[in-house]
T-cell receptor, first 120, second 114 residues
């Protein structure tokens, strides 16, 4: 089954304790992205990657790191989590089509089921 | 400041009523997508609109992309309880510096009462 798998689904941690949320897709997609979802703010892009070894900042990258060493994996790293990073996190992937210098609207994002993180 | 303003943010209606959700911006988008999200799950794509003025229909759902590609609307006819969920609009910004960036609106939580 084609899917995006995130782990863990739920995590409660304490301020400053490094953590990694893993994301893996089995669709051979070039494009992968991380979002956080907060009430009243919708989904905000943290980081994205258009291919292996290529990562770029989204709108809210502060406090996060990512890596793309393999096509299928795109882990999200919180080196020193803080309470304002308490949120619902989504990983997503898609094929990658460029049209007129913009990611083509034909790129359909497949989302993972989400990871709910609480930082105390 | 929200780049994509979605309204209303909450909507509670009776079964059979019609409704429209709006997604507005001062920026131009190369395309715009509408997603629906159920509790405990990730968003799922409903439709992509690409051409200014484009109208797409998906059963009782009608999607429209503004002529200037700055806004979009979702109209649901004769809403049913199964339509309950969070609806999100998302747009791909134009310009080389924005390649890969997909911007989401705040979302509209729709509740359809039987």
């Amino acid at each position: 089954e084609a899917q995006v798998t995130q782990n863990p689904r739920y995590l409660i941690t304490v301020t400053g304790k490094k953590l990694t949320v893993t994301c893996s897709q089995n669709m051979n997609h070039e494009y992968m992205s991380w979002y956080r979802q907060d009430p009243g703010l919708g989904l905000r892009q943290i980081y994205y990657s258009m291919n292996v070894e290529v990562t770029d900042k989204g709108d809210v990258p502060e406090g996060y790191k990512v890596s793309r060493k393999e096509k299928r994996n795109f882990p999200l790293i919180l080196e020193s989590p803080s309470p304002n990073q308490t949120s619902l996190y989504f990983c997503a992937s898609s094929l990658y089509r460029i049209k007129n210098r913009s990611l083509s609207g034909a790129n359909v994002l497949t989302f993972g089921a989400g990871s709910r993180l609480t930082v105390l | 400041t929200q780049l994509l303003e979605q309204s209303p943010q909450f909507l509670s209606i009776q079964e059979g009523e019609n409704l429209t959700v709006y997604c507005n911006s001062s920026s131009v988008f190369s395309s715009l997508q509408w997603y629906r999200q159920e509790p405990g799950e990730g968003p799922v794509l409903l439709v992509t609109v690409v051409t200014g003025g484009e109208v797409k229909k998906l059963k009782r759902l009608t999607f429209q992309f503004g002529d200037a590609r700055k806004d979009s609307s979702l109209h649901i006819t004769a809403a049913q309880p199964g339509d309950t969920g969070l609806y999100l609009c998302a747009g791909y910004l134009t310009g080389s510096g924005n390649t890969g960036k997909l911007i989401f609106g705040q979302g509209t939580t729709l509740q359809v009462k039987p």
